[in-house]
């Protein structure tokens, strides 16, 4: 497939720790980018995943990513609706919102991993569209409150479970940073102070910058001769995602 162009590796290093055999989770990757659950990017991961522990090998007569053709946005995303409109099939309630749920999830992820960049820390891949997409905003209210609005990917690439953490404004991994101060969020989609990414799988997570919410919150202030970065320091891995305010 990746000599055909089918799917495209970009450049992957191999790692000195290498695996012997093929994680269960890649092994549903398969069956899940076949019918649709996942994205083609996401489907990448894993098999980038098999060449840096060595479990596969790239020959050197395979040609360039550049050189091989892309599967068409439109036919893809035409595959994930059509998963979507299965779900109106399902007759009882919970069991077609689910389907639903993870439908559009499917969708979703599909663009934010096409149109996003990419940052690695550790097992997870985020990815970020940049402000003036979806979820993603920046403006300052009438009465000179700056609102930020950061919507994320974060793909998980290892065999375990990843819990990203954030339990209060005070606690959390997850902040904004202007070079000189730390800006705790305002709202969170954080869980009991968690959410979990299983294997070979995505999670969505919106984070807001404003008012000062107490709890060891801070109000968010925008300076436009500063640089902003959103900052990911987990204990598996940091990342500083430059948000190119305006």
């Not at 162009?5 to 989770?25: F, H, L, R």
């Not at 919970?94 to 999830?105: D, G, M, Q, S, V």
């Not at 969708?107 to 991993?113: F, G, K, L, V």
């Not at 409150?145 to 997850?174: E, H, K, W």
């Amino acid at each position: 497939m990746i000599k055909e162009g089918v799917i495209v590796i970009p450049p992957t290093d191999v790692s000195a720790e290498k695996s012997q055999s093929v994680p269960d989770w890649i092994k549903n990757n398969a069956g899940w980018w076949a019918d649709g659950t996942i994205t083609d990017k996401e489907f990448v991961n894993g098999i980038q995943h098999l060449i840096k522990t060595g479990v596969i090998s790239i020959s050197s007569e395979v040609k360039s990513s550049d050189s091989l053709p892309v599967a068409s946005d439109n036919s893809k995303i035409a595959s994930l609706e059509a998963e979507l409109e299965k779900c109106a099939d399902i007759k009882q309630a919970y069991p077609r919102l689910n389907c639903e749920k993870t439908a559009k999830h499917a969708i979703e992820a599909y663009q934010i991993i096409s149109n996003g960049q990419s940052y690695n820390a550790g097992p997870l891949i985020y990815y970020w569209t940049g402000l003036g997409t979806e979820g993603n905003s920046f403006e300052i209210t009438e009465s000179g409150q700056s609102i930020l609005s950061i919507r994320i990917l974060a793909f998980n690439t290892s065999t375990d479970n990843v819990s990203m953490m954030c339990t209060g404004p005070a606690v959390c991994n997850y902040d904004v940073w202007n070079g000189d101060k730390a800006f705790k969020y305002s709202g969170m989609d954080f869980t009991n102070g968690q959410i979990v990414v299983k294997p070979g799988t995505s999670e969505i997570f919106n984070m807001l910058f404003g008012p000062n919410i107490g709890y060891g919150g801070t109000t968010f202030e925008y300076d436009a001769s500063k640089e902003y970065y959103f900052r990911i320091s987990e204990p598996y891995g940091k990342v500083s995602i430059p948000l190119e305010m305006p």
